[in-house]
Every structure is written in structure tokens, then in C-alpha cells.
């Protein structure tokens, strides 16, 4: 299984070098928006990665900017066509309306996971998505979106099991460093039955030479990670930068400003320097796994 692409890294790229070129021309945003006749939102979504751009637009900036370069002029124009595909998340998540204080809009984050090569997490409420076995992440959709329907609720879990075929590809898998606190393992989701079948999932995944799981245990006490769940995602691309998923009542928040990322990278090396070792983590895991068994749960 080859790593699946998308149009998420290339309009990061593109962004990036579109904003490298303006800089370089020494312009403002207000100016190159005036030269092109248009807003300065539109050229400020192009610069970020979250406008779809077009072929006449990006033309234009060339001209603004005066590439005069045969071969950067064809690597702008190659990475507004790969800009422009369709992702393979997209037929599944068309079909599913977004819900506010749950559900941003599902395809976002799947985009740009899509093109990381690493997630790093914490976790203090439920499971990191990719971790997350097919019944634990349709009891917690249920929980979570009870106005959606079961067709929709089905989508969702399509996309998180798709998702999760990352971190197992031949090519490239993905590497994923969790940190969860112990109230994850407390939460029952789904009852005793499907906590046990997910301990089971966590101790495979945990075997994984791309995948570390670790424990925040209580005795540790508070700390500045418990404010609140996120994800740091890194790219190999440099140029476009990492970015900070946060989610919140309010919706999902996305930061890739470098003190932004500087940050959480910071916060997420505290805790994980403070939680359980992997095998630690792995027997408490376990003895959670045995205590849902005993509770009436089991394969």
C-alpha cells in the first residue's frame, strides 16, 4: 500500500511559494490584491493553503512577480494542477454534514493528515481517531452526533478505518506518537465489551515500529497538557511548514505560525517526558483490558 496523496500538500506549497515570491518582490497583500483586482482575503487564502486556486490566477501572480524562470514558472503551474485533485476522502465525506461544537468540517483534517509523515498527540477525553477500533468509533459518533443519521454515522467510521491504513502501508507509514491520559482508559465508550476489544487494538497497534503509546497516569498530577486535547502534524515539506489541530467546543482550530507549533511541540515533549514508558504503558493498558473482561466484556 503506497501512501495516498492529496490536494492538501500542494496548495501548502504553492502557498508557500507564492508568499516567498510576494516577499521577495517586497509587496503587501492590500498591493498584489489591487494589482489583480481583487480582494486581499483571496490572495491571503492562496498564500495559506486554503483557497483552490486556478491557472489564470496563479498566471497572473507570475506576471506580478515577475518569474521569469521557464522551469519555476512550470513548478507553479504543476502544483495548482495537483491543487486542483480530488482526495480520497472526499466521495466519503461529501454525504456528511458538518455539526457545530462536534463536527468541523470531516475532510480538513483528513487532508492534511493525509500528507504528514508524523502525528504527535495528546489525548484527555477519547481516543486519538487512529487508534480507535470500528465499534469505538461508532458508539462515540453515536454519542457524540445523535441528529445524524446512521448512513452518515457509517461515513464517519468509513473515514476513521480508512484513516488508521496509514500507520500499516508498505511504503512511508505513517509515524504516530500518543499520549493519552489515563481518564481515556476509565471513559467507557461502547461498554465493557468494546473497551476491552480496544485495549487488545492498542497493544497490537503498540507493537507497531512507527507507533508509540503512552500513559499520562494520575498519580502524575496536573499538567499543562490537560488544557485540552491536540495534535501536532509534521510534514516533510519544510517550506510549507507544521500545524497544530486543536479541537475545542468551539470548533476546530488550525495553527501554523512557527511560534505557534514551537509551542505545543514543547508542551507535547513535556508530557510525554513525564507519562509512562510505552511497556509501562502497555500493562496498564492491559490491566484496564482485563478489568473490562472481568466487568462482562471480552472478544
Known sequence: MTPAQGPAG???????????LRLNADMTLDEVAERMTCSTSKISRLETGKGIPKLPDV???????GVAS??????????VRESRTQ????????GVHPERFVLDAPARFAALETEAVEVCTFDNTVLLGLLQTERYARALMRA????HSDSEIELLVQLRMRRAHAMRRAE?????????????????????????????????????????????????????????QFTVLRFADELAGDVVHIEGSAGDTY???????ELYTKIFDDVAGVSLTPRDSAELIARYGARNIARGGGS
Open 10 to 20: 500542494p496548495r501548502r506549497r504553492l502557498g508557500a511559494e507564492l508568499r516567498r
Open 172 to 228: 512511508a507509514p505513517l509515524r504516530v506518537c500518543a499520549v493519552m491520559d489515563e481518564s481515556v482508559l476509565c471513559r467507557l465508550v461502547g461498554g465493557a465489551d468494546v473497551m476491552a476489544q480496544q485495549a487488545e487494538h492498542l497493544l497490537e497497534l503498540g507493537n507497531l515500529p512507527n507507533v508509540s503509546i503512552q500513559v499520562l497516569p494520575f498519580e502524575t498530577g496536573m499538567h499543562r497538557a490537560l488544557a485540552g
Open 59 to 65: 498566471n497572473e501572480l507570475i506576471r506580478i512577480y
Open 70 to 79: 521557464d522551469a519555476e514558472q512550470d513548478m507553479l503551474r504543476r502544483l
Open 255 to 261: 495553527l501554523e505560525a512557527p511560534s505557534d507549533v
Open 144 to 147: 457524540l452526533l445523535p441528529s
Open 87 to 94: 482526495g480520497w476522502w472526499e466521495p466519503i465525506t461529501e
